[in-house]
């Protein structure tokens, strides 16, 4: 490892990140960063910790002299990253470890999700534990799984166990900038049946949409990017009663916008393909010029495959990915919030189905149940398509009266010399769950800034961690 990466600093934030980059810790996939976190405090003189059934870990830590009446605060994060990669990596997020690299102050992997999300937090958080010096409250380090693919490690975790009376969740992404609320959501699989029947055309080709930068599908939703599939729903679309199917499949997890998405397709003669082609590679880069002007339309010729979609199946998965809302469905003007959206995050194939799988989002619970989702279905009636629900999380509400946030904002001020930005956030945080448990709890999260979270350009600011992480422990100071 490079002598750069080494003195990163602070380096007890980024020596605790080289370590967990080195254990694969996809949603999923966290037996072993599980059992590493339970190892580094198992045993150690001035720590308890607790692993559960669904593999959180727990720390406490005791309250430093003068701060035993304080209240207990809990750290929060979660130990799961996204798992993304260039079309030609050959990274196995089973197995490999990250490939760090510094540019220009930032911190990369190499073709792959970086893993700040929410890495960085985790480290913060096991940071303050290790620090002797640091005046601080009786902390409550609470590290979560699975987030990213359904909170379930915060569903499973039994809150009635936890002592704190203030939580600061430490996975958000911008820097300056305290959250006070983020939206509730849920997802929708569609289920097709896959039928096929046996092809009679002497040519195939593969149309790939890439060059796409994707991104969050909460934070980054109101962006307008690109997402692969509503491309190439458009293509096809236009390219019916000239091809057949025999192939479609895009995207990758539900919270990710899809950089991705390609179609086999067969035909006597290809000529109208990439007649098509040509014009829609036109348009798209004319349409999506100052959001993803790398939007790339291409074309391989392979054999001809035994098999296709039949119609029916063709026609109700195209109609299904270009009828489907993605992006923003409502927004709050006075407030500048994206308020409500779906996601259409992606289609494969599963046994005997192709599964096009939906992620919805809003910070008004009845948006989610009695709108989205209501709708979602519809559609899937319409085609005659059957669907099931995945899991919910709920909203987090703003709090008028919350002391968190003015000691939050007070340490601020005095570090930085300004009012930080205090807002809510399309995107969903944990918080919500856990105040569905304990409504007392006074909660708040911010977070160093990072860049392209859910992609293979996640990046974070060196600088602004080293910022946000004294800032946290100039609040955690300052309750008493």
């Given at each position: 490892m490079n002598t750069e990466l080494m003195n990163l600093q602070p380096a007890d934030v980024f020596g605790h990140f080289r370590a967990i980059a080195a254990i694969p810790h996809g949603s999923g996939n966290e037996a072993a960063i599980s059992a590493y976190l339970f190892g580094l405090y198992d045993g150690r003189e001035g720590y308890s910790v607790v692993q559960d059934a669904a593999k959180n870990i727990i720390i406490r830590k005791a309250a430093t002299p003068g701060y035993e009446n304080a209240p207990v605060v809990m750290l929060q994060a979660h130990m799961d990253m996204v798992c993304e990669k260039t079309a030609d990596s050959q990274h196995d997020f089973t197995k490999d470890p990250l490939q760090l690299r510094v540019i220009d102050g930032h911190l990369y992997a190499t073709d792959t999700t970086l893993g700040a999300d929410n890495g960085?937090?985790?480290c913060m958080a096991l940071a303050v534990l290790d620090d002797a010096?640091?005046?601080?409250?009786?902390?409550?380090?609470?590290?979560?799984?699975?987030?990213?693919?359904g909170m379930?490690?915060?569903?499973?975790?039994?809150?009635?166990?936890?002592?704190?009376?203030?939580?600061?969740?430490?996975?958000?992404e911008e820097e300056g900038c305290f959250r006070v609320g983020c939206a509730g959501g849920g997802r929708y699989i569609y289920e097709v049946p896959l039928l096929q029947k046996a092809n009679t055309a002497a040519k195939a080709v593969r149309l790939t949409v890439s060059g796409l930068q994707g991104g969050h599908s909460g934070a980054d939703i109101h962006l307008e990017r690109a997402n692969a599939l509503k491309l190439l729903g458009r293509v096809l679309y236009d390219l019916r009663g000239k091809v057949e199917i025999a192939e479609l499949s895009g995207g990758g997890l539900a919270n990710t916008i899809a950089r991705q998405a390609e179609a086999l397709l067969v035909a006597d003669e290809l000529d109208a393909v990439y007649a098509a082609v040509e014009r829609w590679q036109k348009i798209f880069a004319n349409e999506y010029a100052t959001t993803d002007g790398g939007v790339t339309?291409?074309?391989?010729?392979?054999?001809?495959?035994?098999?296709?979609?039949?119609?029916?199946?063709?026609?109700a998965l195209l109609y299904l990915i270009n009828v489907v809302p993605h992006g923003v469905l409502k927004r709050d003007n006075s407030i500048d919030l994206v308020v409500t959206s779906n996601n259409l995050a992606s289609v494969k194939q599963v046994g005997d189905m192709l599964e096009v799988y939906c992620m919805f989002r809003s910070s008004i619970d009845s948006q989610c149940t009695d709108d989205v989702l209501p709708r979602l279905k519809q559609i899937g009636e319409l085609l005659g398509i059957g669907g099931v629900g995945g899991d919910s999380y709920p909203g987090w509400q703003y709090r008028p009266d919350s002391k968190i946030r003015e000691i939050c904002r007070e340490a601020y001020i005095k570090r930085c010399g300004?009012?930080?930005?205090?807002?809510?956030?399309?995107?969903?945080l944990e918080c919500g769950l856990f105040l569905q448990q304990n409504p007392q709890l006074d909660a708040i999260a911010f977070g160093p800034t990072l860049y392209g979270v859910h992609t293979p350009e996640e990046h974070a600011d060196i600088g602004s961690v080293e910022r946000v992480y004294a800032l946290l422990k100039d609040i955690l100071s300052s309750i008493k």
């Open positions: 960085i937090g985790l010096e640091l005046a601080h409250p009786a902390l409550e380090v609470v590290i979560t799984t699975d987030e990213e693919a379930t490690g915060a569903r499973e975790l039994d809150h009635s166990a936890l002592t704190a009376q203030m939580m600061i969740n430490l996975d958000d339309l291409s074309l391989i010729e392979e054999p001809a495959p035994a098999l296709i979609y039949a119609s029916t199946t063709a026609n300004s009012e930080p930005k205090i807002a809510a956030i399309h995107a969903g």
